[in-house]
């Protein structure tokens, strides 16, 4: 069983910075990819960043330039590295890891952790 555990999230001013993690309970090379994705109340939860197996990484638009994606191997934990937050991110953040084949194929989600930026 996969488990995702997210951690990081908090309350910050405008302009600040918080590193959220998504540590794996198993090797997150079985995962094809790994996403960060976000929900705010009354919205539709949105994808922020993914990064691949073989290292390659995706930020959405809203927060190119200031979001960043990194994984840690030896950890088995990936990190969403957030600068100059604005009151906008304020989400529940998830994780979500994808195995695209064998018999672990499916989605897992963290548990979120929420990040409230005030202006």
């Known amino acids: 069983q996969v488990q995702l555990v997210e951690s990081g999230g908090g309350s910050v001013q405008a302009g600040g910075s918080l590193r959220l993690s998504c540590a794996a309970s198993?090797?997150?090379?079985?995962?094809?990819?790994v996403s960060w994705y976000r929900q705010a109340p009354g919205k539709q939860r949105e994808l922020v960043a993914s990064?691949?197996?073989?290292?390659?990484?995706n930020v959405a638009d809203s927060v190119k330039g200031r979001f960043s994606i990194s994984r840690d191997n030896a950890k088995n934990t990936v990190y969403l590295q957030m600068n100059s937050l604005r009151p906008e991110d304020t989400a529940v953040y998830y994780c979500k890891s994808s195995v695209l084949g064998g018999v672990n194929r499916g989605d897992y989600w963290g548990q979120g952790t929420q990040v409230t930026v005030s202006s």
């Open positions: 198993t090797n997150i090379f079985t995962f094809n990819i």
């Open positions: 990064v691949l197996s073989i290292g390659t990484t």
